[in-house]
């Protein structure tokens, strides 16, 4: 590209004129093709992908970046293994809750035809209350029902697509098309077509696709129809009607509040134009706990613990939760874990021996759950095993696994005794019955088991007849029917209730009220009420033997299944009882941290002497021992003071021979210098010999 600049109109070319020049010749470079020419189409080049899709793995490295890369992705596939059968789980869940109501809504729209109802509309009016997605769940299993058979589909409409009359038809009209034929289809369907082109809002279109395809039921739904504005449906209804000999249409409605506002809001001619059924999709509160209940029962592999617990059932009770939003927050709660844990690779299936290395062990043993075990060990007299553990990675590693594999089961039978809690206490007389998932926290804190509400059910159960207990024998836990003493009790109680079949009611034990006796006594001309037992025949006498004996068998089974969690060796792999388990592996907290280290900081230095328990030594960082002087003062520091307070300290343990002042004072001033460079304390305006607070400790 030349750029030639003209002359003035003195012929000077100086360069001062360059700055004044107003014209400029512009002549493009040559390039050698003829002028009329086309430019070339550049051609599209696509990079061929090096990669799969399918071997790429989103976790990162963890242990410092020394992580394997086989150890990563068993960490991703055994995430994505477990959670897919937790998904499936919850999805049977919700189609189980939204069956009924699908039931009578597909048979609705099968059944209804526009004889039925004279010519109106046929309209389904479906109050969701606040749980608005089981509409959107119910209207998409309606709509596979209907593409599935090829009888039709559901055009699924918002507020937003319709803000006039033209747009909405054309919207239906789309969504109708695209529901089978998509994006692609509905493009050919408006240009293949014969005849004159029409506008995408001409209901000939629908009419002609309904024709062509035989459809059978089309349903037009408005999820939030009390945001759409009445004008469009009055609009809407009177056209619709007009076309219901050539198009089957069905109305749905869904409606967040009542039947009698939304119809208040129509005017009456557009609601005599429609005719229908009313339907109700119930609350999602029981939902959320039977999701819960699921995916902690029935889980072999993995739990979540009290905090996690506690933070879901929060958030329930504080605002209504759908199932999904429940079952994204349990979703982040697996990926956290197995995204931040090094140790959740021992939950695969298959741990191939090679996956052992230094970084993992020392991982592992750096868990606090593992030095409480080591601690036990050492108590119990294990010296020798400990030491293989602490030196030999193999060792270590072949016990870790089994460490895991015995948790696993002690949190299965933990929660398998929650859910026989749970079922007992529907068919006792108790006056609190809490729900499963109360039962799951207080049992993942380990508070169940000592609780009060234990031996109240324990009460309970001696009080129960020989009918009550052949209806809960079915409800026992597999890990307790297998015992030999209980199929001892079990035959006992048979043998006993089959020679009992005379039909003069049930065997009840002595704790039962019915064999109870009052007595009353007169004692200085008041009447005391006594309860004594009554005679029990020779039946009821083994009866109450043989309850003794269940009874004992199954406090011993209780106490021993409901486990401590947090005391499980190595629960950190297969429990997760962060709140915030990515926020507390990433994103430590720093002045917590560094708070600790300036109050207690042989809980991080090596210290041989025993004398730890004094608040300030001389012993301490110099740091330190300023810090804790610095948190015994108020807002405003006086500098003198807290030099002399500072000075003491050194001078009570090293004596007035030991202490060197100028030494002393140089360490004073190191110290205020680091307490200043990290935000604790600053310059007072308003006392020139004092220094003021800045940060107070635990805010």
């Given at each position: ?491 006992n109680f048979e043998s006993l209730s089959g020679a009992h079949n005379n ?66 060796p190595l629960h950190e792999a297969f429990l997760l009882d962060m709140r915030s388990p ?118």
């Amino acid at each position: 590209m030349v750029a030639d600049f003209m002359e003035t109109e003195t012929g000077g070319s100086s360069e001062d004129s360059l700055n004044t020049q107003g014209v400029y010749i512009y002549r493009p470079a040559d390039t050698g093709k003829p002028p009329n020419e086309h430019p070339s189409k550049k051609r599209k080049v696509t990079r061929e992908q090096t990669t799969s899709t399918e071997n790429l793995c989103p976790f990162v490295p963890l242990l410092d970046g020394d992580e394997s890369e086989r150890s990563i992705r068993l960490r991703y596939q055994t995430y994505e293994q477990l959670w897919s059968v937790q998904e499936a789980k919850i999805q049977d869940i919700l189609d189980d809750v939204d069956a009924e109501v699908l039931s009578n809504v597909s048979t609705f729209v099968r059944t209804t035809t526009p004889e039925m109802y004279d010519g109106c509309l046929p309209a389904a009016l479906i109050t969701v209350g606040s749980n608005v997605s089981s509409l959107a769940r119910l209207l998409s299993r309606l709509n596979d029902q209907l593409t599935s058979a090829e009888e039709g589909g559901v055009v699924v409409l918002e507020s937003g697509d319709a803000p006039n009359l033209k747009t909405t038809l054309k919207n239906i009209i789309r969504g109708a098309i695209t529901n089978t034929e998509g994006n692609d289809g509905y493009q050919s369907f408006l240009t293949d077509r014969d005849g004159p082109r029409l506008l995408g809002y001409d209901l000939d279109l629908l009419g002609e696709y309904v024709t062509r395809k035989n459809i059978k039921h089309l349903v037009i739904a408005f999820r939030d129809s009390e945001a759409f504005d009445p004008g469009i449906f009055t609009d809407l209804f009177s056209l619709l009607g007009s076309w219901l000999d050539r198009i089957p249409l069905t109305l749905l409605f869904g409606i967040s509040t009542s039947v009698e506002l939304f119809e208040g809001r129509l005017p009456r001619s557009s609601v005599s134009l429609l005719k229908g059924k009313y339907f109700e999709l119930h609350g999602a509160s029981n939902c959320v706990d039977h999701i819960y209940e699921r995916i902690q029962a029935e889980a072999e592999d993995f739990w979540l613990g009290r905090n996690i617990t506690g933070v879901l059932f929060e958030k329930s009770s504080d605002y209504f939760q759908t199932p999904e939003a429940f079952c994204r927050t349990v979703k982040y709660a697996y990926m956290s874990h197995f995204f931040a844990n090094p140790a959740s690779v021992l939950l695969a299936d298959d741990i191939p021996e090679d996956l052992q290395n230094k970084q993992l062990c020392e991982a592992l043993r750096n868990a606090p759950s593992f030095r409480e075990y080591c601690e036990s060990l050492l108590q119990g007299g294990h010296r020798r095993l400990v030491r293989y553990l602490l030196e030999n990675d193999k060792s270590l590693f072949s016990q870790t696994v089994q460490l895991v594999k015995s948790g696993q089961e002690s949190m299965h039978d933990m929660f398998q005794a929650v859910k026989f809690i749970s079922a007992l206490l529907k068919n006792l007389n108790v006056p609190k019955k809490p729900s499963i998932s109360e039962l799951s926290i207080r049992a993942l804190s380990g508070e169940l088991r000592d609780s009060p509400l234990l031996e109240d059910l324990l009460a309970a159960f001696q009080r129960l007849d020989s009918g009550k207990i052949e209806e809960l024998l079915p409800l026992l836990p597999k890990s307790l029917t297998k015992l030999p003493d209980f199929q001892d009790i079990h035959a006992n109680f048979e043998s006993l209730s089959g020679a009992h079949n005379n039909g003069s009611g049930p065997l009840r034990s002595e704790y039962d009220s019915q064999n109870s006796v009052i007595g009353t006594t007169i004692v200085k001309q008041r009447v005391k009420l006594n309860t004594g037992k009554a005679k029990l025949p020779d039946e009821c006498i083994k009866y109450t033997g043989i309850i003794d004996r269940f009874h004992t068998i199954l406090r011993s089974y209780l106490e021993s299944a409901l486990v401590c969690p947090q005391e499980l060796p190595l629960h950190e792999a297969f429990l997760l009882d962060m709140r915030s388990p990515i926020r507390e592996a990433f994103a430590p907290r720093a002045r917590f941290a560094l708070e600790r280290a300036l109050s207690h900081p042989f809980d991080y230095l090596m210290f041989t002497s025993q004398d730890t328990e004094r608040k300030i030594s001389a012993q301490q960082p110099p740091t330190s021992i300023l810090y804790q002087l610095y948190l015994e003062s108020g807002a405003l520091v006086n500098m003198h003071d807290l030099w002399q307070a500072f000075y003491t300290v050194f001078e009570n343990e090293q004596g007035n021979n030991g202490c060197d002042e100028r030494m002393t004072m140089a360490l004073f001033y190191r110290a205020l210098s680091e307490l200043k460079a990290l935000g604790m304390l600053k310059h007072s305006r308003k006392k020139m010999d004092h220094v003021a607070k800045s940060a107070w400790m635990g805010l």
